[in-house]
C-alpha cells in the first residue's frame, strides 16, 4: 500500500474515533478542529466512510455521526470475545481430558487463526499462541472448518491460496485434498499429522452457530510422541463431543448431514 493510502487509511479512522465519542455528532469545521485535519480533508475523508456506511450525515443539524455499519464491526467484535468467554470451560475440559493443549480456533482469509488456548500441563507441550496462523490446508481445525463447505468451494480455496509444502506429511495435491475432506465427513472430526509443525500433531472438529454455519474449530495439539497414531480415533471422539456440547451451549446446530451422536 502506498504511503498516502495508509495516511488517508489513519486519518479515516482517526475520525471514526473521534465520532465514536460524541453522541451528538460533529459539525464538519468542529470536527476537523477536534482531529487537526483541513476541513476539506476532513470532508474528503467523511464522505469516503459515509459511501461505506462508517459515518452518516445528518442534514437537519449538519452533523456527523457513526454510521451504522461500525457498530456492526463492533458488534461483531463483541460477539468473538462472547464466544471466547463461552469456550474457555470447554478449552478447560479438553485439557484435563486428554492432558495436552486445547486450542479455539476461526478461519481468515485461507489460514486459521488461534483465538483462545489453554496450554496443557506436561513439562514438554505443544503450543501456537493465540494470534497464530496456519495455512488450513495444514491445519487440523482449518481442515475440519472446510469440510463443511461445498466441494466447489474447496476447491476454489485450494486454487486462490494452494497448497503449503511445510513437512514431508503435507498435502500435496487436490486429489489428495479430496481423500482427506471425504475422511473428515465420514468420522466428524480432523486431523493434522505432522503437517504443520515436524512432530507434533492435532486432532480438531467444528464448533457451528445457531443457523448452522461453521463458527469456528476446537482442538488439542500434542507431540507426536506422546499421541500416538493408534489412540487419535479415541481422541478425535472427544474432541468432537466436546465441540458439539460447545455448540449446543451457544445455541447453535449442525446441519442435518453433519449431525451425528
Known sequence: MEKGSVQSVDRALMLLEALALQADGFRLSDLARQVGLAPSTTHRLLTALERRGFAQFDP??????VGRKAFAVGVAFTRWQNFIAVAMPFLRR??????ETANLGILEDGEVMTVAQ??????IRAISAPGGRA???NSGMGKAIVSTWPDEAIEALVARHGLRQLTRQSLRSFDEVRAEIERIRERGYAYDNEEF????RCIAAVVWSPNGEPVGGLSISALATR????????VGVKVRALALELTQV??????PAFARP
Not at 489453554?118 to 513439562?123: A, C, D, Q, T, W
Not at 509443525?197 to 507434533?200: A, F, K, L, N, V
Not at 451457544?250 to 446441519?255: A, H, K, L, S, V
Open 60 to 65: 437537519a443539524q449538519t452533523r456527523w455521526h
Open 94 to 99: 479438553l485439557r484435563d481430558a486428554t492432558r
Open 118 to 123: 489453554v496450554e496443557s500441563r506436561e513439562i
Open 250 to 255: 451457544m445455541g447453535g446446530r449442525p446441519p
Open 197 to 200: 509443525t515436524p512432530g507434533m
Open 135 to 137: 495455512p488450513v490446508m
Open 227 to 234: 499421541l500416538q497414531s493408534a489412540e487419535m480415533p479415541a
